[in-house]
C-alpha cells in the first residue's frame, strides 16, 4: 500500500500542486481585505470566475456570504482554528452554504492572511478519502500525524484537497497517471473491503 500512497502523493504534487497554488495565489498577493473577502463571499478568483466547487451554490446565497463576510469577523485573527469559527458562525447559517463553502472561504482568507490550518479539515469528498484510508472522520478535523508517513511533507490543506481530489483512487483501490511513456494505471488491492 505504501508504493500506491507515494504513487498518489507523487502525481497530487506533479499535476495537482500548482493548481491550487495558482487558485490561491490572488488572495495572497491582494492588499485589499475588502475585495479578498468580496472575492471569497462569491467563491471567484480574480477575474471574477467562480471556483467549480461552488458553482451551484446560488446568487442570492452568495449575496448573503457577502453581506455576512465583513472585515471584523476576520479582524485580529491569529489561527486558522479561529478563523474557521469565526467564518462558520458568520456565514454557516446560511441557506445552502455548506461546510465546503465554509472551509474553501477560510483556506481564500487565509491565504491572504498567511493563516494556514495545522489540521485537516474534513468536509464532503475529504471526509470520503480519509474513511477510504481507513481514518475515523467523524471529527471536524483530523491532526497531521495520524495520516500516513508519505503525506507528512505535504501541508494540512494539501492533505486537504488530495483527500478529495484522490477519494475514487483509495476507493477502487487505482488511479491513471500520466508518465513520459504515457497513461499508465497504478493498481492496489482496494484499502477496505
Given amino acids: ?14 499535476t495537482k500542486r500548482s493548481n491550487i497554488e495558482e487558485e490561491l495565489r490572488c488572495y495572497r498577493e491582494e492588499r485589499d ?5 468580496e472575492w471569497a463571499a462569491h467563491a ?8 467549480a466547487h461552488q458553482y451551484r451554490v446560488r446568487q442570492s446565497a452568495l449575496e448573503d456570504v457577502k453581506a455576512s463576510l465583513t472585515p471584523d469577523v476576520v479582524e485580529g485573527v491569529q ?9 462558520h458562525w458568520a ?8 461546510e465546503l463553502m465554509v472551509y474553501d472561504t477560510c483556506e481564500r482568507i487565509g491565504a491572504h492572511l498567511d493563516i494556514w490550518p495545522d489540521k485537516v479539515y474534513l468536509h464532503s469528498g475529504v471526509r470520503e478519502g480519509a474513511k477510504y484510508l481507513g481514518l475515523t472522520t467523524t471529527a471536524m478535523a483530523l491532526e497531521k500525524h495520524v495520516f500516513p508517513a508519505v503525506f507528512q511533507s505535504l501541508e494540512c490543506y494539501e492533505i486537504k484537497n488530495l483527500l478529495g481530489l484522490y477519494k475514487e483512487a483509495f476507493k477502487y483501490g487505482m488511479f491513471e497517471v500520466n508518465d513520459e511513456k504515457g497513461r499508465r494505471v497504478v493498481r492496489l488491492e482496494p484499502l477496505l473491503t
Fill in 33 to 37: 481585505l475588502n475585495r479578498v473577502l
Fill in 79 to 87: 489561527h486558522f482554528d479561529e478563523l474557521y469559527e469565526r467564518v
Fill in 1 to 14: 500500500m505504501s508504493d500506491f500512497l507515494a504513487a498518489v502523493v507523487e502525481d497530487f504534487i506533479n
Fill in 44 to 51: 471567484e478568483n480574480d477575474k471574477g470566475i467562480r471556483y
Fill in 91 to 98: 456565514i454557516g447559517y446560511i441557506e445552502r452554504i455548506g
